[in-house]
């Protein structure tokens, strides 16, 4: 077992007891950005059970998703792997993931766990469950509100019960899509946080929004007619989260009137964050500014991991399969990329990594390198938001990174590049592939061949549509839909 933690037993008849397995509840939160948590210092309380579920584990305070989007996060979310392992930068993925890359449910399965993922089918990075099931996350203004966490549970407390009932330890993964837009959540949540007029003449935070074409008429679609306030929007984010916030303690009081808390790994984590009313990128997750890299990450076991313990160090997806089979006491023979959290939890290591490699190939093909002081973001084809090929940010003096220090510091941008390429080089000869941010040139699913020769060709031919062809464009097999030329995240 992994330290002294007593083991779980099952009995099997009279007198008769077999060691059983420590069974894993995942949520996993699609477009959910730390700094909206309260537990994560934000000022609105969106996230009561949360908060106190942190206090009942631990909680990791810079925890970030390194290739955004939903496709590639998963995908070393639940591998262990980087995106040069899994080869998976796009959302589009061509093709499933490498057969040489072990995903958590085929190793769990095959430790005797029964294994069930509820509402994540037909992508990539969802690969090896048993069992997969659905409920609707998606809808317009005029289907409102959208009960998505509730749905959800309509669908997972059976399944929940259904395996408590069995003999076999279990895996059940959750994908949340509450935080994801459509932001149309039910009362009193519409209204928690906003109290305005949507629709004040007096207010144009939302010109650009109505201005930007490939997102225009999905935002528009979900939105209340004639709306002027930016704020509104944000406010029924924050809503979403606090409504999924409520419904998450549903399945946690489940669990517990189950009799299963106490053997149960909790995990909550998020996929990448949201970009609201940030950097252009106006209520979606394309861009890698720490809106969209910061995720959080929660974990519970009790009598095994310490209680209300904050860790500070830098964490990241392909962190959390090393650690959670540890704490299951399953071994896989792998050799991960990322590291286990135990020594940091048990204060044996200070960070995982003072430094790491970012990708994203979502609405705009980039990468670059991001240190406790610096991030570097570096542009392979020209992106529809028409930003400078290389952006520099001081993370220290500059948080939100709204100040480009590109031109005014050359040295700092060479330096970076000069790690990041080495980087490059190295896990290119580890594992004898291209990196895939090199070979993705059809990443964006357009009509469009390779890569983008301007901002105006890419602005042209990305577009979303409506939220229908939107839900349509996250199955692996979606195709181009006659509503659409791009991609959906």
Not at 279 to 287: E, I, K, L, V
Request: charged share 25%; hydrophobic share 35%.
């Amino acid at each position: 077992m992994s330290g002294s933690e007593p083991p779980v037993y099952l009995r099997v008849g009279k007198g008769s007891y077999i060691m059983r397995k420590r069974n894993l509840l995942f949520f996993g939160v699609d477009s959910l950005w730390a700094d909206h948590m309260s537990c994560y210092g934000y000022e609105r309380l969106t996230t009561p059970y949360a908060d106190r579920l942190a206090t009942q584990g631990v909680l990791f305070e810079k925890n970030y998703s390194p290739h955004i989007p939903t496709t590639s996060a998963y995908a070393s979310m639940l591998t262990g792997m980087d995106c040069f392992s899994t080869q998976v930068v796009a959302l589009r993925h061509q093709g499933g993931l490498r057969p040489e890359v072990a995903s958590l449910p085929e190793i769990l399965r095959d430790a005797g766990y029964d294994t069930t993922c509820v509402g994540f089918t037909g992508n990539p990075g969802s690969r090896g469950f048993d069992r997969y099931l659905d409920y609707e996350a998606w809808g317009s203004w005029e289907q409102r509100p959208l009960r998505k966490a509730e749905w959800l549970n309509d669908v997972t407390i059976p399944e929940l019960e259904r395996l408590a009932a069995a003999d076999r330890p279990f895996f059940l993964f959750l994908r949340h899509m509450d935080p994801h837009a459509p932001y149309l959540p039910p009362p009193p949540y519409d209204t928690m946080f906003y109290s305005g007029d949507p629709c004040d003449p007096a207010k144009t935070s939302m010109e650009p929004v109505r201005n930007f074409k490939p997102f225009r008429d999905f935002h528009l679609s979900w939105m209340p007619p004639g709306i002027t306030d930016a704020d509104y929007v944000i406010a029924q984010y924050d809503g979403e989260v606090a409504y999924m916030d409520a419904c998450i303690q549903r399945i946690l009081t489940r669990l517990e009137e189950l009799g299963l808390a106490e053997e149960t790994l909790v995990v909550f984590n998020g996929d990448h964050g949201e970009t609201l009313a940030d950097h252009d990128c106006y209520f979606d997750h394309h861009g890698m500014y720490d809106c969209t890299l910061h995720v959080p990450l929660i974990l519970r076991l009790p009598g095994v991991l310490p209680e209300g313990l904050r860790v500070n160090g830098y964490t990241s997806h392909p962190d959390l399969a090393p650690t959670l089979l540890e704490l299951l006491d399953v071994q896989a023979n792998i050799e991960f990329d990322g590291d286990s959290l135990l020594p940091l939890i048990h204060g044996r290591r200070a960070s995982n990594r003072s430094e790491f490699y970012v990708t994203e190939a979502t609405w705009m093909r980039k990468h670059g390198w991001r240190t406790p002081e610096w991030k570097l973001i570096v542009a392979l084809e020209p992106d529809f938001h028409g930003k400078p090929e290389v952006e520099l940010y001081n993370m220290v003096t500059d948080p939100d990174e709204n100040v480009n220090l590109a031109e005014n510091e050359p040295g700092v941008v060479r330096m970076l590049r000069n790690r990041m390429d080495a980087w490059i080089a190295r896990r290119e000869a580890e594992t004898g592939l291209t990196n895939p941010m090199f070979t993705n040139l059809q990443w964006h699913g357009t009509r469009h061949k390779g890569p983008f020769p301007s901002s105006k060709a890419a602005y042209d031919s990305l577009y979303i549509g409506s939220p229908k062809t939107a839900r349509k464009l996250q199955a692996r097999d979606a195709g181009e839909d006659e509503e659409t030329n791009g991609g959906e995240s």
